[in-house]
Every structure is written in structure tokens, then in C-alpha cells.
């Protein structure tokens, strides 16, 4: 058993990587940085991923404000847009040196990846196995593989890819999907038996480029927090420092949740 707060992750990613992007037609200004995010809202766990904004390798001033955490994982592959060093696994040298140099960092995520067929071609499961036994062997302790796998993949052939990892983490791109992840959360968890899963929480709908309605928000936390009571759910990545702060009503209901729910113990599924 463990809190549920225990089991909050942040999606960290740079200050107005999400306002470069017209089509999320986002307000405001954001300023926040992901370690801002974590202590905003009182999570100890962050997914650091790379975005057209940054961060760029050496990843060593990123990592350093991160040491306070108790779990970091790095992004293998960052957002969709960014290509560098495709043909060497991306950053997955560089996750490994961070891992050597800092305790926390657990692992390192796949995102973007599954909707490109460019980046499936290139990322083979066989491919994707070398890169998980470097991954557990080459920071001299074992890091996990992750991956992000979208709503929107759901119709792919996937599996042989989600095979691979040690963690799916499942995200709704648009909010009117949000209604149906009753459905589909289950068919996601029994295809995948023995994986530990995350869900990602959007707090703005991108998918649409507008906001959350109240109640879609209120439905995905609930959601969320029944399968986590049913152990069948680990946690939950909130997304992210780039949108905390600027005004979002769904902002303040992930710190309702998180103060009515947080300190609940969770039953969790053990690593593999």
C-alpha cells in the first residue's frame, strides 16, 4: 500500500513549450518550470520529456533542480517534432548517464511514438528490446522502459510494440473520449496483464484546442481514482507545469482531488 499523492506524477516539460503550438489555442502566459510544478502541486515524481523548446542534451542543469524528487523518468524519444539522433534511440545514452549521475531518475519513456509510422518503422520491437536491456544494465542498476499510448491508437497493431515495456501510460486526446474510458480502460489493463499502468490527466482539452468542462475533468478524476482503488491502476501523470498556471478551473479541481484524496492509501502494483 501506498498514498495516492505517492503515486502522482507531473509531465514536466519547459515554460511555453505547449503555447508554440497554435492549434492548442491556449490563454494566458506560462512561466512554470516542472520542478515549480511538482511543488505546486505537492508531488514528489516527474516525467521530464523533451519538447521543440528543450530541453537539449547534456541534460545536467535539467536534472539537478529534479534531485529533490523521488522519481524522475526521462524521455527516450520526446515529442513528436523533435528528430535528433533518431538513428541512435534518440536521448537514451544521455537518460542513461543522468541515471548514473542521479538516484532518482527510474526510467526513461517512449512519447509520440506508436501514432508515427515513421517512428514504429524505425523503432522496431526488436529495436525497442535492445534498447530496454541497455536500459537495465548500462547505469549499473535497472531502469524501467516506458511508453505513451494515446486513445487515438487504440484501432493500431500495436501490441507487439506495448509488449516491450515495463509501464503503459494511456491518454485521452480529446475530451469528448473522456466519456467512454470506463470502456476502454478495461481492454486496455486485460490486454495487458503484466504491465503497471499510468494515466495521463490532460488539464486543457488539446485535442479540441479549448477547456475541460467541468464535468469532463470531474469524470476523469473519478475514473481514475476508482481504478486506482482497484490496485488495477497505478497512478496518475498530470500534464502539466505548462498550463498550471494560467487560470484553468481545472487546474483547482486536480488540487481539490489531490487534497480530498491524497493522503488515502492505494493499493499498487509491484514492478516487474
Known amino acids: 500500500m501506498s498514498r495516492l499523492i505517492d503515486n502522482i506524477w507531473l509531465w514536466g516539460q519547459d515554460p511555453g513549450s505547449h503555447h508554440v503550438n497554435p492549434a492548442y489555442n491556449l490563454p494566458g502566459e506560462n512561466r512554470m518550470t516542472a520542478i515549480e510544478g511538482c511543488d505546486f502541486f505537492g508531488i514528489k515524481n516527474c516525467c521530464r520529456v523533451a519538447m521543440s523548446k528543450g530541453p537539449f542534451p547534456p541534460f545536467d542543469n535539467e536534472s539537478i533542480p529534479l534531485d529533490k524528487l523521488d522519481n ?66 548500462a547505469a549499473g542498476r535497472p531502469l524501467e522502459f516506458w511508453t505513451v499510448y494515446y486513445d487515438r491508437e487504440l484501432q493500431l497493431d500495436v501490441q507487439a510494440y506495448l509488449e516491450v515495456f515495463d509501464v503503459i501510460t494511456y491518454w485521452t486526446w480529446y475530451g469528448e473520449n473522456l466519456r467512454t474510458l470506463d470502456e476502454t480502460l478495461p481492454k486496455v489493463f486485460a ?45 496518475i501523470i498530470i500534464c502539466s507545469n505548462c498550463i498550471a498556471d494560467v487560470g484553468l478551473e481545472s487546474v483547482e479541481q486536480m488540487q481539490e482531488f489531490l487534497k480530498l484524496h491524497g493522503n488515502e492509501e492505494m493499493p499498487v502494483k509491484v514492478e516487474n
Open 191 to 235: 490486454a495487458n496483464p503484466d504491465k503497471r499502468f499510468y494515466c495521463g490527466c490532460y488539464l486543457w482539452d488539446y485535442g479540441n484546442g479549448k477547456p475541460l468542462t467541468r464535468e469532463q475533468m470531474q469524470h476523469q478524476l473519478d475514473v481514475y481514482y476508482k481504478y486506482m482503488k482497484s490496485g488495477q491502476l497505478t497512478g
Open 72 to 137: 524522475v523518468v526521462w524521455s527516450v524519444v520526446g515529442a513528436g517534432g523533435i528528430t535528433r539522433n533518431e538513428e541512435n534511440f534518440g536521448d537514451l545514452d544521455e537518460v542513461i548517464r543522468q541515471a548514473a549521475s542521479h538516484k532518482n531518475v527510474c526510467g526513461g519513456i517512449m512519447d509520440d511514438f506508436l501514432l508515427s509510422e515513421r517512428r514504429r518503422a524505425l523503432y522496431t520491437p526488436d529495436k525497442l528490446r535492445e534498447a530496454k536491456e541497455k536500459l537495465r544494465t
